[in-house]
């Protein structure tokens, strides 16, 4: 079992940044992959980011590159979302997501974090 703790939340005017964290407890803990996702009012969760854990290869959804950088530190099982250039359509709640094996979605997620970004 899993338990996703995420932090760093909050509400920022438009060009600031946030920092969002996401820390993993657990049994051993050595994924495939965690990403976070964010879903804002009335519409579909959507992908932001991805971290290969081992190797730390990344992927963005287009909308976010060049402004977000997804890491991570392997001794603290935590995986951090630097959100540079904010906009308001980045306003969602973010959920970050623990896929443990690769032939697997994502299985595991936390509760989510509430980011504001006003005009």
């Known amino acids: 079992q899993v338990q996703l703790v995420e932090s760093g939340g909050g509400l920022v005017q438009a060009g600031g940044s946030l920092r969002l964290s996401c820390a993993a407890s657990?049994?051993?803990?050595?994924?495939?992959?965690m990403a976070w996702f964010r879903q804002a009012p009335e519409k579909d969760r959507e992908f932001v980011a991805r971290i290969i854990w081992s190797g730390g290869s990344t992927d963005y959804t287009d909308s976010v590159k060049g402004r977000f950088t997804i890491s991570r530190d392997n001794a603290k099982n935590t995986v951090y979302l630097q959100m540079n250039s904010l906009k308001p359509e980045d306003t969602a709640v973010y959920y970050c997501?623990?896929?443990?094996?690769?032939?697997?979605?994502?299985?595991?997620w936390g509760q989510g974090t509430q980011v504001t970004v006003s005009s």
């Open positions: 657990g049994r051993t803990f050595s994924p495939y992959a």
């Open positions: 997501a623990v896929r443990t094996i690769q032939i697997y979605g994502y299985n595991y």
